[in-house]
């Protein structure tokens, strides 16, 4: 079977850089928050090599000589082995930039033999880095690029993402009244990019995705010119399939989830993906309209979202002004999707008895 790699680098990922990027002294040591338990997670749980790539600019030379290198390197190297982090193979490039040797970091001369080699998956390997050199060294290995710091990017993220996978899925339908397409990333950052041809509902779908903290791209062209009604109630059976394939087999989630005051409202949404489709709904709106969107479709977007999703929804709302109430109930169902699909990595099974959801 092929072995994927972790190309992971050093300074400013598995330990903290300081300001003048050279750590020739035990006194500049200090590992990186999460790197450690982390890394001691992957290697006990997962099938990846470990290979470290590093430049050290300069190595060997007056500016940075061997002997005050070595003792803190092999110091790092040992202390990780006391938690179970094995490095198969570590690669230091003692270049400085303006060589531009192609050993340094992000060109790929140290690490040829991982190439177009059988025993390898480069498809399905990483670099783990915290600069853009590091996710260059990716493109040009072929391969993935996990970067601390990015869009808050940590070390538990990281091997949660490498432990339990990506949860992203696309899902597309057409029918004679509607043309929705959905790209859903539950682990994301609150990237929405949304169109429906109705500005309210669009408004109330991004709530779904900022406070959420998922990245959700949806496209729907509906007949809107017959009315409003497909374009929403086939939007929450597609937003409500993507909830269901992203989450997959539910190992790790927290399953349940909000309570909520937006000004004059508070609004609950009571959550549980245990399989079993059902909505409460406790709310009631004086107003036939809120923008462009009727105030009788809500109910059945939520009704839609909880069959496709198979999730129970329980959803209270009081208050008086409408337009509140109703952004209220889709904020606090943000919420608490997000707190229902937080998933634990050190707890990885069912949160349920019964063996299955």
Not at 175 to 182: F, G
Not at 237 to 249: N, Q, S, T
Not at 284 to 295: A, H, L, N, S, W
């Amino acid at each position: 079977m092929k072995k994927s790699i972790l190309f992971i680098d050093r300074d400013g990922t598995i330990i903290n850089e300081p300001a003048d990027e050279q750590i020739d002294s035990f006194e500049k040591l200090s590992f990186r928050k999460g790197a450690i338990t982390n890394l001691s997670f992957i290697a006990k749980n997962l099938d990846f090599e470990l290979v470290m790539v590093s430049n050290q600019d300069g190595l060997g030379t007056a500016s940075f000589p061997e002997d005050t290198f070595w003792p803190v390197h092999n110091f790092i190297l040992q202390t990780l082995e006391g938690e179970g982090i094995h490095f198969d193979a570590i690669h230091i490039d003692p270049h400085f930039p303006e060589d531009n040797h192609p050993y340094r970091k992000p060109g790929i001369g140290m690490l040829t033999d991982y190439i177009d080699n059988d025993d390898y998956d480069i498809d399905h390997s990483w670099v783990i880095g915290d600069r853009e050199t590091d996710r260059q060294l990716a493109a040009n290995l072929g391969c993935g690029a996990l970067i601390l710091g990015e869009n808050g990017l940590t070390w538990d993220k990281i091997s949660e993402l490498l432990f339990a996978g990506e949860r992203k899925v696309e899902v597309s339908r057409k029918t004679k009244e509607t043309d929705i397409s959905i790209e859903l990333n539950l682990d994301g950052h609150g990237h929405c990019d949304i169109s429906t041809g109705l500005g309210f509902f669009d408004h109330m779908l991004e709530q779904i995705g900022k406070h959420g903290m998922m990245d959700l791209r949806l496209r729907c062209q509906g007949d809107l010119h017959v009315d409003e009604h497909h374009t929403i109630e086939d939007t929450a059976i597609v937003l409500g399939e993507c909830l269901r394939k992203a989450l997959g087999d539910k190992r790790g989630i927290e399953r349940y989830g909000y309570c909520l005051p937006m000004d004059d409202c508070l609004c609950t949404v009571a959550m549980d993906f245990g399989g079993r489709p059902w909505l409460v709904w406790d709310c009631e709106f004086k107003r036939e309209r809120i923008g462009d969107v009727p105030t009788e479709m809500f109910f059945h977007f939520f009704k839609s979202l909880s069959d496709a999703a198979q999730m129970n929804l329980n959803i209270k709302a009081e208050g008086t002004n409408e337009h509140h109430k109703i952004e209220g109930v889709f904020k606090a169902l943000a919420r608490s999707l997000k707190m229902a699909v937080r998933r634990d990595v050190q707890h990885f099974e069912l949160p349920s008895t019964k063996g299955m959801l």
